[in-house]
């Protein structure tokens, strides 16, 4: 480029010296020819320099992870859990609703879960967990199969404790929901694994 505008201020030295020498008419077509180059030179300084207009600009930005917009699964009887084995069941039975497993395009997996305790009582949750993250969010419950959903008014993903005994929640990530904390996981082999509900026996699944 400076080379250029150099060479144009060459032609423009060179140009005086042959008006001074020449007549009028070779010195004005001359002096044209000095312009276009000139003009040339500036034109190919300026888109240089020149910003880029906003449309032509590419951001590149880290990928940001969304949650989907969930819906709460139908409020299903009892016939449609099945038990589910965890390593310290403390007395309680817990069963998943095998149609309410479901992988989101989010990477989360969701579904509904009973505990039912030694006296009897029944608690119903709908909860989803990140394997990627090893996290898990309750969206809402049921004290009873006979009774509605009642959804939690914090909504924040917290940590599975995955040393602490007694979780089922560890156990379910780690046993059925993705064995081995894997990342890389299927809907139909989340429920195969519920559908067994055998600890012992997920490393066919595996």
Known sequence: MNEMMTGATSQL??????????GRDACRSALLSFIILFHAAAGAQ?????????????????????????????????QQYSVVEMTD????????????????????????????????????????????????????MRTGFDRP?????????????????????ADLLRYYICPNLNNSVREKDIVARLRQGEIRNQHKFR
């Open 13 to 22: 030295s060179s140009l005086r010296k042959k008006f001074l020498s020449s």
């Open 46 to 78: 300026e888109s240089d320099v020149a910003p880029v207009h906003p449309s032509k600009k590419r951001v590149y930005a880290p990928e940001i992870w969304k949650e989907e917009t969930i819906t709460l699964p139908s409020a299903t009887s009892d």
């Open 149 to 169: 959903w009642v959804t939690f008014r914090s909504l924040n993903w917290r940590p599975v404790r995955l040393q602490r005994r007694n979780n089922y929640r």
């Open 89 to 140: 069941m403390g007395g309680s039975i817990f069963k998943v609703d095998l149609s309410s497993v479901k992988l989101g395009d989010d990477g989360v997996v969701r579904l509904a879960l009973v505990v039912v305790s030694s006296q009897g009582q029944e608690n119903i949750f709908f909860e989803g967990f990140r394997c990627e993250t090893s996290e898990y969010k309750s969206y809402a």
